[in-house]
């Protein structure tokens, strides 16, 4: 009913910046939050950025002041700006919606996810 499609991730220098991408397609009524996690090899998915469709953002205090999730509702798109990239940073990358499709009720939807590395 939705799918998503990351795009952006690779390899980076520390220091670096990446953006990222991730579009979602399909029958959608409505689109509510959108937001980014990340899973570094041997831990656990954690919530890096989230935004709202009013725009409301929040971020782990460990991504603050570094990175910005930003939305684009007319392209159902949310973004991932990764700046001063760290290699703790290293993981893979998946985006998680939450979207009104022919559902009775919004449902999450998650993405393939998309590996960024940070390394020297």
């Known amino acids: 009913q939705v799918q998503l499609v990351e795009s952006g991730g690779g390899l980076v220098q520390p220091g670096g910046s990446l953006r990222l991408s991730c579009a979602a397609s399909?029958?959608?009524?409505?689109?509510?939050?959108m937001g980014w996690h990340r899973q570094a090899p041997g831990k656990q998915r954690e919530l890096v950025a989230a935004?709202?469709?009013?725009?409301?953002?929040n971020y782990a205090d460990s991504v603050k002041g570094r990175f910005t999730i930003s939305r684009d509702n007319a392209k159902n798109t949310v973004y991932l700006q990764m700046d001063s990239l760290k290699p703790e940073d290293t993981a893979v990358y998946y985006c998680n919606v939450a979207a009104q499709s022919w559902d009775l009720y919004p449902k999450n939807y998650w993405g393939k996810g998309t590996l960024v590395t940070v390394s020297s």
């Open positions: 399909g029958t959608i009524f409505n689109m509510h939050a």
């Open positions: 935004i709202t469709s009013a725009g409301s953002t």
